[in-house]
């Protein structure tokens, strides 16, 4: 008796739309590999969407030292609808467009100041964060060859 050979006959798509294809309904693809599909494009929107250059940036304060060589200067980082807005903290030259290395990082940030406490001395304080980034130190080589040195404290705020 002979054997009836059967063949999957994939029905070419009409429209693409964000990477997902429609087929028409005399499409025989369905289970795995369509889930297989839906899957990648999925993952693909979605690390898509985590392209950090895709933020916005906006300084939302600059803040210069007592003995006028350094600024502090914090950013508002906007990625989104799907995520918090993220402050950084950076030290700069005086009058610097460049920012450099950021001196600290968070998000769900509520309360965020900085103040310089005396000449070479900057305080971070918030009411909570979310701390990702934090170091207690800045120097440069634009400024005395890594010689100025800024020291940074961080505090939670009552």
Same mark, same amino acid.
């Not at 025989?28 to 590999?33: F, K, L, N, W």
């Not at 690390?47 to 030292?65: M, T, Y």
């Not at 965020?112 to 979310?130: F, H």
């Given at each position: ?7 999957? !006959?994939?029905?070419?798509? /009409? ?7 429609? $087929? *028409?309904? =005399? ?43 350094? !600024?502090?200067?914090?950013? /508002? ?7 918090? $807005? *993220?402050? =950084? ?43 990702? !980034? ?12 890594f010689e100025y040195l800024v020291s940074i ?6």
């Amino acid at each position: 008796m002979p054997t009836k050979s059967t063949q999957l !006959e994939f029905a070419k798509p /009409k429209w693409v739309l964000l990477g997902l294809f429609y $087929y *028409s309904t =005399k499409s025989q693809m369905s289970g795995a590999p369509m889930n297989k599909l839906i899957s990648l494009t999925i993952t693909f929107l979605l690390l898509n969407g985590c392209d950090s250059s895709k933020c916005g940036s906006e300084i939302v304060s600059r803040e210069l030292s007592p003995d006028k060589r350094v !600024e502090a200067v914090v950013s /508002k980082v906007n990625c989104g609808a799907t995520t918090d $807005y *993220s402050f =950084k903290v950076y030290i700069v030259p005086t009058g610097s467009d460049s920012l450099g290395n950021q001196v600290f990082l968070s998000d769900h940030t509520v309360g965020l100041r900085t103040s310089w406490i005396k000449k070479q001395r900057l305080s971070i304080t918030y009411e909570k964060a979310r701390i990702f !980034e934090y170091t207690n130190f800045w120097q440069s080589k634009d400024l005395d060859n890594f010689e100025y040195l800024v020291s940074i404290t961080e505090a939670i705020r009552d």
